[in-house]
Nanobody, 118 residues
Framework: QVQVVESGGGLVQAGGSLRLSCVAS????????MRWYRQAPGRQRELVAA??????????HYADSVKGRFTISRDNAKNTVILRMNSLKPEDTGVYYC?????????WGQGTQVTVSS
């Protein structure tokens, strides 16, 4: 079993920054994808950023709406993924979820609320 816990959400003014953390624990031998999703009220959950490790190199992917503002990074030794969010906008408001993929199975955290006021 794998447990995933997010932290770091909160209330911030537009233009501000937040740092989200996600730690995975449990029966983990190797993590492939580490992803951040968000879900705004009344909307579907959407992928914000993803990180995959291959041949000792980390690759990142971002949704167009956050490119240049968000940065995903991972520490494989600590089973941790970080999402740094800068220049936040009110439309970034939502619950942010971490998804950890271990041997093809995705595990979700409980989510952390991010609210950006205008």
């Amino acid at each position: 079993q794998v447990q995933v816990v997010e932290s770091g959400g909160g209330l911030v003014q537009a233009g501000g920054s937040l740092r989200l953390s996600c730690v995975a624990s449990g029966r983990i031998d190797s993590i492939s994808f580490m992803r951040w999703y968000r879900q705004a009220p009344g909307r579907q959950r959407e992928l914000v950023a993803a990180s995959v490790s291959a041949r000792n190199t980390d690759y990142a992917h971002y949704a167009d709406s956050v490119k240049g503002r968000f940065t995903i990074s991972r520490d494989n030794a600590k089973n941790t993924v970080i999402l740094r969010m800068n220049s936040l906008k009110p439309e970034d408001t939502g619950v942010y979820y971490c998804n950890i993929e271990v041997y093809g199975t995705g595990y979700w955290g409980q989510g952390t609320q991010v609210t950006v006021s205008s």
